[in-house]
Nanobody, 124 residues
Framework: QVQLVESGGGLVQAGGSLSLSCAASGRSFGNSAMGWFRQARGKEREFVAGIDWKSGRTDYADSVKGRFTISRDNLKNTVSLQMNSLKPEDTAVYYC?????????????????WGQGTQVTVSS
């Protein structure tokens, strides 16, 4: 079993920055791609960013490309999401997730373990 715990959410003004962190425990962390998803109120959960297990290759949703950066530390079993130039439309609950595969994908069904989520609110 894998436990994922997110931290770092909060309230920020538009144009500001936040950094999210996800700590993993349990099953080996370094053998899986990791991803960040978000779910705004009344909307479906959507892919935000993903990172491969070893190469560090990254994927981003078009809506966050150039503003968000995903990174991971396989020794510390952590994955982070640096969010800059935040917009009100970035407001959502952000979830960390571990994939069943080595390489990141945007498909939510490829992710088998999920954190409890952390709220990010961007005020205008």
């Amino acid at each position: 079993q894998v436990q994922l715990v997110e931290s770092g959410g909060g309230l920020v003004q538009a144009g500001g920055s936040l950094s999210l962190s996800c700590a993993a425990s349990g099953r080996s962390f370094g053998n899986s791609a990791m991803g960040w998803f978000r779910q705004a109120r009344g909307k479906e959960r959507e892919f935000v960013a993903g990172i491969d297990w070893k190469s560090g290759r990254t994927d981003y949703a078009d809506s966050v490309k150039g503003r968000f950066t995903i990174s991971r530390d396989n020794l510390k079993n952590t994955v982070s999401l640096q969010m800059n130039s935040l917009k009100p439309e970035d407001t959502a609950v952000y979830y960390c997730a571990q994939s069943r595969y080595l390489y990141s994908t945007t498909f939510i069904g490829d992710y088998v373990y999920w954190g409890q989520g952390t709220q990010v609110t961007v005020s205008s």
